[in-house]
């Protein structure tokens, strides 16, 4: 097995709301080999979606620890945890987060020129990428301009133009029909053989999860149970 991309120990995440206090994650441990596609399953409400915003360093941790490529996310600064993810890590979510007013173009090349990419250089990563996922005659659309499986397609290229090593998604699917549901997994699962990098998918799809190398189940902010699925060699090849 390679080594783990990402180690999780003792994850707690406690919100406080007033004198309410809600536990999201009651100790979480797991760890992610590098290339793995994990997706992550459970009901609404269930901490899915606050681990992983945890584990990529988007949101504080209460105790435990969370490592990422040998680094604890502890022992960087605002400003420094910014700038990792900025350069080692990919995101993708549901409702795309794309800037309406850039073309597709614009909106993948952002992250290279937040990140210090000479604009000729962050355009030429940006069209080639939109090229790899099968958008480069729309670069110059804007998302208003394009279907959703289109715009999901933007938001997976923005997520990987860096060549970042993880790529977290959270329902990515979730919005699209299930045929455009399909291609867009299929489009992750090719990149993920192709580049090697790791996806770890929040999803309440269980075709989506079957795809993926271990699906792990949560409830009440803990680890239930994992599972290989049977087809996971099969249509997620790590090559």
Request: net charge negative; aromatic share 4%; glycine share 10%.
């Amino acid at each position: 097995m390679p080594e783990p991309i990402i180690q999780v120990s003792n994850l707690v995440k406690t919100y406080h709301t007033g004198e309410v206090e809600v536990q999201a994650l009651r100790g979480i441990n797991i760890d992610v080999p590098a290339g793995e596609m994990l997706a992550i399953m459970g009901p609404s409400g269930c901490g899915k979606t606050t681990f992983l915003n945890c584990v990529s360093g988007i949101d504080d941790v209460t105790s435990g620890n969370v490592v990422i490529e040998g680094t604890d996310l502890a022992s960087l600064n605002d400003d420094r945890k910014t700038e990792y993810r900025a350069k080692r890590m990919g995101f993708i979510f549901q409702f795309y987060n794309l800037l309406p007013v850039l073309s597709a173009v614009e909106n993948v090349e952002l992250p290279l020129l937040v990140s210090g990419t000479a604009p000729a250089e962050a355009r030429r990563r940006a069209s080639a990428m939109l090229e790899r996922v099968g958008l480069g005659a729309w670069s110059g659309h804007k998302p208003a301009q394009l279907s959703g499986g289109q715009r999901q397609r933007v938001t997976i290229a923005r997520a990987l133009v860096n060549d970042p090593a993880i790529i977290w998604a959270d329902e990515p699917t979730g919005d699209l029909d299930s045929h455009t549901a399909d291609d867009i997994m299929s489009l992750m699962q090719q990149l993920n053989r192709d580049q090697g990098q790791t996806f770890v998918i929040v999803t309440h799809d269980p075709g989506i999860a079957e795809r993926c190398h271990r699906i792990v189940h949560m409830r009440d902010g803990l680890i239930e149970r994992e599972e290989v699925p049977a087809g996971a060699g099969a249509a997620a090849s790590r090559g």
